[in-house]
């Protein structure tokens, strides 16, 4: 799991092996680049600063709003600017004798004294010895101060000069009065400045490759080449001290690194790429929360992009969303708000109200005859199925709706023959209507040929999920969570569809010591089929908080079973049900050919209830948006939906 492997991570940095770690915590952003712990780790395994900044500059592009990250980079970007150097003002004062001034640049090289008035303003500094033991070299305003050795360079043969003491600061840089000498002409001042350039040049350049590069790394500008950077030697603070104390990484405390760090490629972390199949649609929210929510964004048709990032509000309507369904020819939308059945095109406009109205407002035993409730679309996209005092299928072609079985209300002194009927699935061919019984204790399942006719024999539906096989001869049902009103011990089933007969392929009892739990299944087009499982002792499950794992089997759920992935997902947290949160199972909703599916469950018990892309070839697991959300459904690929 992703804490796990940071966990993992901060320890290898603690120890001192950045470089272990940062393979570690470049994975992890690959599969999650919104992790801000993360970047702030890998950070602390970067050697240089160029290398820190990259990748905060890529941590703001994904969590924009990181203000550790953004105070960091200010930091960097900071210290790597060296500190502009104020321009040295010539102090005014009374002059001083001429002996107490050193002799005009030229008269150092060997040339003829000149008159100072007509030498460019060039004040010398007095030399000041270095110590020969000094590993480091000096900065660079002793640099200035050392003798100049172009007098030897020019002219060998010439004595070294002699340099008088410093004057005092405030008559350092008065110009003496020069000596009446002969007059020089144009020629010879273009010569003397010609010179006195090449001596400038020279000088600077012997100067630079002397003391530059040695100057500059302990300025912070460069590193030394083929040199080992550590915290002294740079004269910098380390990057621990730099983000601390605001940038903290929540797991433990900040570290400080080794003194030495091996230089590496920069670093660029480059996410996996997300590409959904075709857009998914969704109710913004948890089923089961805040009725009082005010946000118009809460419990409204969204739709994310195949990039699975991207959010688009849909639907603006003053009351809840509660049910939804998409076209799969035309990504039209049937959803239900304020007892209101809603038709919509792919982006929520054109809206039309279809059937139902505001319910009463004193609630009444028979309310579920009135209720709109499951709109479904046919597999063509031409006939709309829904529940409304029974199941009802609406003809887009005529406008005409059709009652295809009405609800049974039983008179006051016979309550269990109370029948509710709502659409759950069409059959693959449209031919049959998978529908929901409800008004009883246990809820129960049954047939419909959507043709009319009577239906088949009902069966046993607590806590069920369906899925038709390609024939529409055949569903599965899996109960992933044990226990309810109808003392179901979850299993996984086959149901005949022509007549209602229940196999039992992997079905618990109240005396198995040991529990097969089944959910969300999808059977491929290579006849696999597809669940995510959990086995454990019966006494070891703690309520219905237990994760399951992503599998394959043969068809009978049993044969050659076998597990594609550590990752564990946590679709139903009883604790947080019975404390009042939501009491969504979490979903699961397959792509097509079964090579993905895409999540609304937790990583952790207890933990928050996100969007997940799941592959099935055991590529990591991927977070999608962070808003939460049910009643998941495709949209159409290359559609009116974009």
Not at 208 to 233: I, K, Q
Not at 575 to 592: H, I, K, R
Request: charged share 15%; glycine share 8%.
């Amino acid at each position: 799991m992703t804490l796990d492997r940071l966990s993992e991570a901060i320890a290898l940095i603690k120890a001192g092996r950045q470089d272990n770690a940062r393979p570690i915590l470049l994975q992890i952003l690959k599969e999650d680049p919104r992790n801000e712990t993360a970047w702030l780790w890998l950070v602390q395994t970067l050697p240089t600063d160029e290398q820190r900044i990259a990748a905060l500059e890529q941590c703001l592009k994904f969590i924009p709003n990181s203000q550790r990250a953004r105070l960091g980079l200010e930091n960097l970007r900071a210290r790597k600017t060296p500190p502009a150097v104020p321009p040295v003002e010539k102090p005014s004062g009374p002059t001083l004798p001429p002996a107490q001034v050193k002799p005009p640049f030229s008269q150092q090289v060997g040339q003829t004294p000149a008159s100072r008035q007509e030498l460019p303003d060039l004040p010398l500094r007095p030399a000041k010895s270095q110590s020969s033991s000094s590993p480091v070299p000096a900065p660079l305003a002793e640099v200035e101060k050392k003798p100049s050795r172009m007098a030897a360079l020019v002219n060998p043969g010439a004595p070294a000069p002699t340099l008088t003491p410093e004057p005092e600061p405030e008559t350092a840089f008065r110009r003496p009065e020069s000596k009446k000498g002969p007059r020089l002409n144009g020629v010879d001042i273009g010569a003397i400045s010609l010179i006195v350039l090449i001596v400038l040049s020279m000088a600077g350049y012997l100067l630079w490759e002397r003391f530059g590069p040695a100057v500059a790394s302990r300025l912070g500008w460069v590193s030394p080449a083929g040199s080992t950077a550590t915290a002294s030697s740079m004269g910098t603070q380390t990057a621990a001290a730099l983000l601390a104390p605001t940038i903290t990484p929540t797991l433990t405390e900040t570290f400080t690194p080794i003194p030495s760090i091996t230089p590496s490629p920069t670093v660029t972390v480059t996410p996996i790429p997300i590409s959904l199949p075709a857009p998914v649609y969704f109710i913004s929210g948890l089923i089961g929360g805040d009725e009082s929510d005010p946000s118009p964004s809460s419990y409204q048709v969204w739709r994310m992009e195949t990039n699975g990032i991207t959010l688009t509000q849909l639907t603006f309507e003053p009351s809840r969303v509660v049910a939804l369904d998409v076209s799969p020819q035309d990504g039209s939308l049937a959803y239900i708000s304020n007892n209101q059945l809603i038709l919509a095109d792919a982006n929520g406009n054109n809206r039309q109200v279809l059937a139902g109205g505001p319910l009463p407002a004193t609630p009444s035993e028979n309310d579920g005859a009135i209720e709109v409730s499951s709109p479904v679309w046919s597999p063509d996209g031409k006939s709309l199925a829904y529940g409304l005092n029974g199941v009802n299928i609406y003809t887009l072609a005529t406008g005409k709706t059709t009652s295809l079985i009405a609800d049974t209300i039983p008179a006051a002194d016979k309550p269990q023959d109370l029948r509710l009927y709502e659409p759950w699935s069409w059959s693959p061919d449209g031919r049959r209507i998978l529908a929901r019984i409800g008004g009883q204790e246990c809820d129960s399942m049954t047939i419909l040929p959507a043709a009319g006719g009577n239906p088949p024999a009902s069966f046993n539906a607590e806590n069920s999920l369906f899925i038709w096989t390609g024939d529409s001869q055949t569903l599965y049902s899996a109960n992933p969570v044990p226990g309810g009103p109808c003392d179901s011990q979850g299993g996984l089933w086959r149901v005949d569809a022509a007549t209602g007969t229940v196999t039992a392929l992997d079905a618990n009892t109240a005396d198995s010591a040991v529990l097969h739990l089944y959910g969300w299944l999808k059977l491929t087009p290579a006849g696999r089929l597809l669940y995510f499982y959990h086995e454990a002792p019966a006494a070891a499950l703690n309520g219905q908080t237990f994760p399951h794992n992503l599998y394959s089997s043969d068809p009978d759920g049993v044969t050659d079973r076998t597990v594609l992935g550590q990752e564990q997902f946590y679709f139903f947290d009883e604790d947080q049900y019975l404390a009042g949160g939501s009491n969504t199972f979490g979903e699961v909703l397959w792509s097509p050919d079964g090579s993905l599916a895409v999540l609304f469950a937790a990583r952790a018990a207890g933990g928050i209830q996100q969007f997940w892309l799941v592959r099935t070839d055991g590529s990591p697991v991927l977070r999608l948006t962070d808003m939460p959300g049910s009643h998941l459904r495709w949209g159409v690929p290359s559609s009116g939906a974009h």
